[in-house]
């Protein structure tokens, strides 16, 4: 049904007259207006605010790296960082295997909203993870990007 409406709407809309359909009427906006919104909804479905008051573009390149703690060495941990940063966000960089101390090193680069949401999504811990999975963020540190990585890659033994 709605693929039948939408498609007589485009119909209709470009021999030039629309009638309502269901109650519902085609509006033309001017492109700048229908950016802006299109990008504000962007910003919320995303979590975040419409009005980004650190002034820093979220579509910037950016690096970071994060130091995690906790059942860094456990598989289903590492896959499931490797699922977040790569398949889903879209970022690139490297997972380090644990030292001695239970820390592993997340390397990330990509987008700066894409990073920030990662980074949000390590600290919500063992509740985004699941089972009996820890994770805590310990520390994040700026990087340059240096663009050497083509995916998002988590390294299991010592070199």
């Not at 021999?15 to 802006?36: D, E, I, N, R």
């Not at 820093?56 to 490797?82: H, M, Q």
């Not at 089972?131 to 083509?150: A, H, M, N, W």
């Amino acid at each position: 049904m709605t693929v039948a409406v939408s498609a007589f709407v485009m119909m209709m809309a470009f021999f030039g007259s629309v009638p309502p359909v269901h109650g519902f009427t085609l509006t033309a906006q001017p492109a700048s207006q229908s950016m802006a919104a299109a990008e504000t909804r962007q910003c919320l479905t995303l979590g975040m605010a419409a009005d980004d008051s650190s002034g820093a573009d979220p579509n910037e390149i950016v690096g970071k790296r994060i130091i995690v703690t906790g059942d860094v060495n456990g598989g289903y941990l590492r896959t499931c960082i490797s699922n977040e940063a790569g398949r889903f966000r879209r970022l690139l960089g490297t997972m380090s295997p644990p030292d001695d101390e239970g820390e592993a090193e997340i390397y990330v680069e990509g987008k700066r909203k894409m990073i920030d949401g990662f980074i949000r999504w390590c600290q919500k811990g063992d509740k985004s993870v699941g089972l009996s999975q820890r994770l805590t963020v310990k520390e994040v540190i700026d990087e340059e990007p240096t663009g050497l990585y083509d995916g998002f890659y988590v390294r299991t033994g010592r070199d």
